[in-house]
């Protein structure tokens, strides 16, 4: 046995001002569930959105369904949420009296997106001419704002609960001013080990507790020789989609509708349709770690000769970029070509 001052300081406690957690070396969690709650609600609700049209504001937070923890292993902070916000909103336009109200829903606000990732879907209650000008300009102006609302929203999520959760050490154990901040360093990229994460269904077979899959993000642009709505509807026609891909497909081009193509090999679901300018996906490989989705956003132009798809896809697994890269090139841009003629000039 080491005598008294000896051996592994993480087991000394006596010198210590609390006598508990030698330095920060066991794992502590904080709930910050409610406070979050709390804070979401406070930011969201109020914000005017103005245009040209007219004005809409957010009214309340009927859901705010998720939870929060911030957690402390070896004097790092690693911070997890999953939130799924829905918010109702109201406006009108200009010299008009009669009010349109709808719902914006935020889906997958979690560490494993980037803020500017996060989804944010506009919705009507009521199809109406002024329904339709409100939405376009909440789909022009909203984002940007609710995003920059999310990303306050975790500065002071890390600031509030940074407090507390990295212990004092014993003065004569005290670290450099520079060592001191590189291990009060935040980590919103590396899960814990929570109920969520932690069952063998949501991680890769093997991987320990905690794990973080490596993903990376492609962006890609083609030219076809038709008009946007032509192409619109071949990427979202089950039928068209069937003939181009050459295998049984299930095409259901509304918010929340299902998609499956290459008999299942490629599944997920639409998040937002918007004929015929764009289409936002989840959109997963069942060579895939399971429940893991990537998120595909085609944006189609229509030029002078041809039809411009923009194509942007994030959360790919990093092993998986250059496959599913030539996929995308192979499998569908070439075969739409091939199929429709869209490879010959329009003009």
């Known amino acids: 046995m080491a005598k008294w ?3 592994d300081p993480r087991w000394i406690v ?3 001002p609390d006598a508990t957690n030698v330095n920060n070396w066991h794992w502590t969690e904080k709930d910050a569930s409610v406070w979050s709650q709390d804070k979401l609600n406070t930011l969201l609700v109020g914000l005017t959105f103005d245009g040209p049209e007219g004005t809409c504001q957010t009214t309340e937070a009927p859901n705010l369904q998720g939870e929060a923890t911030v957690n402390n292993r070896k004097g790092k902070l690693i911070f997890i949420y999953d ?3 829905k918010l109702q909103w109201t406006g009108t336009l200009l010299d008009v009296e009669k009010k349109v109200s709808g719902e914006i829903e935020i889906p997958n606000l979690s560490d494993e997106h980037e803020v500017e990732d996060v989804d944010v879907i506009v919705t009507t209650k009521k199809s109406s001419p002024e329904a339709q000008k409100l939405k376009e300009l909440m789909h022009r102006v909203a984002p940007a704002v609710i995003r920059g609302k999310l990303d306050q929203y975790l500065r002071c999520l890390k600031e509030e609960y ?5 212990l004092p050490r014993r003065v004569s154990e005290q670290l450099p001013t520079s060592q001191q901040n590189s291990s009060l360093t935040t980590d919103t990229r590396k899960r814990s080990p929570s109920p ?8 890769p077979s093997g991987s320990k507790i905690g794990y973080r899959l490596p993903t990376t993000k492609i962006t890609l642009t083609e030219s076809f020789k038709t008009s946007v709505d032509d192409l619109f509807t071949a990427l979202t026609s089950q039928e068209l ?3 181009f891909t050459r295998n049984s497909a299930k095409v259901e081009a509304w918010k929340g509708g299902a998609y499956s193509i290459m008999d299942g090999q490629i599944t997920g679901q639409f998040v937002e349709v918007e004929r015929p300018t764009k289409i936002v996906q989840r959109w997963r490989q069942t060579s895939w770690p399971a429940n893991h989705y990537s998120k595909v956003t085609l944006e189609l132009q229509q030029e002078s000769d041809c039809a411009k798809l923009t194509l942007r896809q994030t959360e790919i697994p990093e092993s998986d970029s250059d496959r599913t890269r030539d996929g995308w090139k192979r499998y569908i841009f070439e075969s739409i070509k091939s199929t429709f003629g ?4 329009l003009f």
């Open 5 to 7: 001052g000896e051996g």
């Open 14 to 16: 006596e010198e210590r």
């Open 83 to 85: 939130w799924e916000v």
């Open 162 to 166: 940074s407090q507390g959760v990295i």
């Open 196 to 203: 969520r994460s932690s069952s063998p269904a949501s991680r």
């Open 241 to 243: 989609v069937q003939a």
């Open 342 to 345: 869209y490879g010959a000039r």
